[in-house]
């Protein structure tokens, strides 16, 4: 039976349930307090579509290296300690995931997400005709600058169809931009891919309005939920009350601010930077999705930009540019790739990376009957967009999930 659905956050995970529902016969409203989509984590991150590689930040000697990273002046990590009980509620919970046998847990529930997430995107662009978003199967080639991490990582290579292990000469001719990187070696996933997830939430939006099953509501923020006997009855929008059927909270680290009583929202923003560097004729931009391992920097070719993203800084909420943590990816940038582009005309971002402590996100039904969550993809959220979408869009149509939901509902919710 057809519903009426509201969606709160017009992001990619917002768009991608509501692709989803309007795909399965259902109306949907999507609210979002930008007057745009796609305009916050969204909007200029890292662009890489890595299916293959979604272990959680969380792992054994995580915290160990953790310290020595924010011993160093190049750290890719930067925390910020603040008297914020949210914020150490989720250190807290975030050391106590910093298990082997955890990580390897929530690695299999994230691979199982993020392969129905790349089937259900190849699905839409092959049946429904999506493009216009810079989508390419590009390949993923992550780099090592130590022998000791590089041993270390093909070890664990345990399919050589899916990965290929490279010597640097061999990355060198997989990849001639890298030349001079000074890395040892490199693991490369040739089945991974890459796009513009700002063009891609555009392109959603397009056909969400054509579809005619589609209302927008953009430049109005959600102040709060009404609610009674364990079923939203609205929402609320400044000095106007909305009557929902089924609500769908896919706000991003705002999600928390909508909280209600009985509903624990594990969540905090990991702010993350990228640089979008203008590519010219000229120039010898890397055409594989490249990983710098040991600085933690991602690059991407996005049509004509090399997008450069990098950085977890653990700080509050607090989205402003930092002119030294640019500089340092930029730096960095230009040591590897010093021909890839025009870094004067670098067009600087931060986001803010809505992340479990577990980096599983919670996807699913509520404490609240009409309530539904989709929330906490942290740094994956392009990659698991549209797995997510599809699995709620089951969910909400009381339809048996694609894959096992196995380690990805929100049991405490």
Not at 386 to 399: D, F, N, R, T, V
Request: glycine fraction near 10%; proline fraction near 5%; hydrophobic fraction near 45%.
């Amino acid at each position: 039976m057809a519903k009426r659905v509201c969606i709160i956050g017009g992001g990619v995970i917002g768009l991608a349930s509501a692709y989803a529902l309007v795909r399965a016969g259902h109306t949907v409203t999507v609210i979002d307090a930008r007057d745009a989509v796609g305009r916050e984590t969204s909007f200029a991150n890292g662009g890489q579509l890595s299916y293959r590689y979604v272990a959680p930040l969380a792992d054994a000697g995580v915290p160990l290296q953790a310290i020595g990273w924010l011993l160093r002046g190049d750290s890719p990590l930067t925390l910020r300690p603040r008297l914020d009980p949210q914020q150490w509620r989720w250190m807290a919970a975030f050391i106590g995931a910093c298990r082997g046998s955890v990580n390897q847990r929530n690695a299999a529930h994230l691979l199982r997400l993020a392969s129905l997430s790349q089937a259900t995107l190849e699905q839409w662009r092959e049946a429904d005709h999506l493009d216009g978003f810079d989508w390419r199967r590009n390949g993923k080639l992550v780099t090592f600058r130590r022998a000791g991490t590089f041993e270390q990582a093909r070890s664990k290579v345990t399919d050589a169809r899916q990965q290929q292990v490279l010597s640097a000469a061999d990355c060198a001719r997989l990849e001639p931009a890298l030349a001079s990187g000074g890395f040892v070696g490199g693991i490369y996933t040739p089945s991974e891919e890459v796009a513009d997830c700002h063009a891609f939430c555009r392109r959603l939006a397009a056909r969400l309005e054509a579809s005619g099953r589609c209302t927008f509501l953009l430049g109005q923020k959600v102040t709060g939920l009404r609610h009674a006997d364990g079923v939203v009855q609205a929402v609320v929008l400044g000095d106007e009350v909305m009557a929902v059927e089924q609500l769908v909270l896919a706000a991003g680290y705002r999600s928390a601010e909508l909280a209600l009583p009985g509903l624990s929202l594990p969540l905090y923003p990991l702010k993350g930077y990228s640089l979008s560097v203008p590519i010219g004729a000229q120039h010898q931009a890397p055409n594989v999705s490249i990983t710098d391992y040991d600085r933690k920097i991602v690059y991407a070719r996005i049509g004509e930009q090399l997008r450069v993203a990098a950085m977890v800084d653990i700080v509050g909420f607090d989205a402003r540019l930092e002119p030294k943590r640019l500089a340092l990816m930029k730096r960095q940038a230009l040591e590897t790739f010093p021909g890839a582009g025009d870094y004067t005309r670098a067009v600087e971002w931060a986001g803010m990376r809505p992340a479990t402590p577990t980096g599983v996100p919670l996807i699913g039904a509520s404490a609240y009957r009409n309530l539904w969550l989709n929330l906490g993809h942290g740094a994956l959220g392009f990659t698991l967009a549209c797995g997510s979408g599809q699995l709620l869009a089951e969910l909400i149509g009381q339809h048996v999930p694609s894959i096992d939901m196995q380690g990805l509902t929100p049991s405490a919710a």
